[in-house]
C-alpha cells in the first residue's frame, strides 16, 4: 500500500473524527489519498509535494496531519474499497486520483453517506458527477490549455527550425503518442494540438497514433512499432504527457536515426525527467503543470475541510474547483522550472 510513494506520512498522533467530517477543535487530522497508479510519474512527485506541504502545515499551526496513500494499482474496485476502508478508519477527507473519471459514483455515494468531504484530483470526473453532492471538489487544470501550449511549442518547432521539416513538403507528419482509449483529457490534449499547429499556419499530416497508458515503457513499444512502419517519415511526436514522450525518446535511441534526424517530440506535465529532457535538447519542449501548485492547493482544502475554516479564501470556481494555471517551457527557460 503506497509503496514507493513515501506513502505513509506520520506526522502526529491520529485523531478519530465524529460522522459529521469536521473537527473543530483538533489536535490532530487524518487525510486519506488514493491515486490511480503510483507509478505515474507526476502523480508520484505530487504527492511527494503534497508530503512536505502537510509537514509544513503542521509546524505552522500545531495541528498533527496524518497522511495515507493508497495505490490502486489501475483498478477502480481496489479504488473503491480503498475509500471504504479510509471511512472506516476514521478520515476527516478523501482524495482521490480517480482510476477511471466515468465511474466515481459509489465513491461519492459512500463519502456522503458518511458526510465525509471528497477532493477529486488530476483526473477531472464530468461535472454531473460534481454535483451530486455539495462537499464534492476538484483540484486540477483544464486539459485543453495544455494542448493548446503543445501546439504553439510545436507549430514554433516548425516554423523557427527549417530543419523539422525533414522532406521538404511544407507539411509536419506527426504521429500520436496517447494516453488512454476513451479517456477526455487525452481526447483534448491530442484534439487541441493539432488544431492549434493548424491555426498557427502549419499544415499537418496524421501518419498513425498508439494507445500508450501515459506509460514511458509502452510508449517506448508503440514508437519502435512506428518507426520500423514510417522509416524516417515521422517529424513530430505529439505525447500526451511526458513519460510517453521520454518513451519515444528511448525508442530514437535504439533506432538507427541519426540524433539531427530525430522528430520533433513535444510533452505535457513538466515531470522532472521531463525537464531534464528539454534541457538536454532530446524534446523540444513540454507543458508544466503545475504539481506544487496543485499540491499546495488541495492540502489548503483538505485542511480548511477538516478542521472547518472558512473557504472563502481558496478561490473556489463555482464552489467546486480550483484549478491551476499551464505554462510552455522550452530551452531557454527551462532552468527556471528546473528550480
Known sequence: MAAGLGA????GSMAGCG????VQKATSIKIGVTVYDQYDTFVSQMMTDFNEYAAE??????????????????SQSTQNSQVEEMLDAGCNVICVNLVDRTEPTTIIDMAEKNNVPVIFFNRELVEEDLERWDR???VGAKAFESGIMQGEIAADAFKENPDADKNGD?????????????HQDAIVRTEYAVSTIIDNGVEVEKL?????????????TKMTQMLAEYDGEIELVIANNDDMALGAI???????????DWPVVVGIDGTDVGLAAVASGEMVGTVYNDKEGQAQAMLD???ALSVGDTLDDLNLENGKYIRLPYSKVGSRDVKNYMK
Open 208 to 220: 498513425a497514433y498508439g494507445i500508450a497508458n501515459w506509460n514511458r515503457a509502452q510508449a517506448q
Open 136 to 138: 464534492v471538489y476538484y
Open 250 to 260: 528511448d525508442a530514437l535511441k535504439t533506432s538507427h536515426l541519426k540524433r539531427a
Open 170 to 182: 511544407g507539411v509536419f507528419q506527426y504521429v500520436v503518442l496517447e494516453g488512454e482509449a476513451g
Open 19 to 22: 460522522t459529521d467530517g469536521q
Open 57 to 74: 502545515q503542521e509546524e505552522q499551526t500545531g495541528i498533527a496531519i496524518n497522511v495515507e496513500v493508497y495505490n490502486a494499482a489501475g
Open 301 to 303: 482544502l483538505a485542511y
Open 8 to 11: 505513509l506520512v506520520s506526522l
